[in-house]
């Protein structure tokens, strides 16, 4: 493999331009030209998957919310099964899955969460969005909106503005309450001036955070407070593909002539900062890649379009790997980066658990509690006497009732075995037994026996736990 130092043109045409900056947002807001193209279809699209988070909690399955994190009852409903701290395994290999598709995703193409997903960069996609429909809808009518003194129609459209804005904001802290909540009864609740105290704490952090952060703090946050923006540079590789200016081609820069004619002995790059003006974050991406870059590519669609017009193939920026610019190497499969490999075994352990696990819940949950001072007693007539404690979570959305009975020890006596035990959705209603053996039949050591829990009307509802009688 060759080392950088062996090609040395390439690497001074990369070192010459490096020049590594962070816009600090001191000085003037960045507000980038907004243009179709590629990778803004495919930002639209990944910012769409948001509407779950404003839809989702109104969708209804059998009768009930779909999806809902009762967190009074430490219960999760989700589309008919309900989970319990019990089955937290679950949850927990779900985020395993997602945090290493995170690193994944990462360790292949950069900060692509950044760039089509995160709520930071959605939110304030949209917040600019509108900002540019009250505020003009390119860049320079914007400027000029902003330095123009305060007239009616300007303080009108500001304030129009910051009144959209602060609706979303608004609805954005109620949709985060309605997944922890009846969704329709909330909003009945919150014009009621009847939601609980959480829901109103909520929606005034969501509010307030939401405003500020996507209307005025922008791509500061992600600058200077959000931690996984720090965390990528060390998931990166020199196979990382990353929007990149392919200075090779691009330089030395020319200008167009009036006429629309490249001036002679220039680079594929026409200076025209189109690249620069559509980045959210301010960046030039022909300095190198910056800490600030999100890899959303409206760099590269900027670009694109700039090299149709002027007939030369697309592709000066584009998404291409350290290794395939300064090293000529061309793609290396993901299936020979052990990284690569590492993260997708992770990810089909963690689905296959789940996939488990969903397809394995039980409608209930019986354990059984050996009393373990003493571990038995003698009684007055030589009996021996052990206590356990019955307990069945009911994980179903309707009452069990619930008899029990023991097997496996033909001589014992039970007393505490109530029959018909009603145990309502979600709620555990603990049984006191007490089994005794007669001395004179009992041998000393350990008897093996079964709790048999079933359900009165529900034959498939039947649970056996293993117990073992103690005599001295
Ligand atoms: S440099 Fe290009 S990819 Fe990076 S944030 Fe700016 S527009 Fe997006
Ligand atoms: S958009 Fe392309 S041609 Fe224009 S300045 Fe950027 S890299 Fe050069």
Redesign the pocket.
Known sequence: MSKLSEIPIKVEVYDALSDWEVHTGEGENVIAKRMKGRFRTLKNFGMSVWLIYFLGPYLRWDGHQAVLLDIPKQQFHLFGLTLYPQDIWVLSLTLLFFAILLAAATSIAGRVFC?YFCFQTVWTDVFTFIESQFEGNTPQKQRKFNAAPLTANKAIRKLGKHVVWLAIAILTGISFSAWFTDAYQLWGDIFSLQAATPVWVAMGIFTFFTYWFAGFMREQVCFWLCPYARLQGVMYDQETVL?AYDAVRGEPRGKLSRSGVQEANKGSCIDCKL?VA????G?D?RKGQ?E????????IDACDSIMDKINEPRGLIRYASHKELHQGQTKVSLWKRPRVIVYSLIMAFSIIGVGYGFTHFEPTEFNVVHERRPLYIQMSNGDIQNKYTLKLLNKTDQPLVVNYHIEGLPSASVEGLEQGITIQPGKIVPVTALVRLPSDTTSSGLHEFDFVATSEGNSAISNRYKAVFIAP
């Open positions: 760039g929007p690249c559509v980045c959210p974050t960046i991406i910056q600030g870059c999100i890899t959303c590519g409206l760099c």
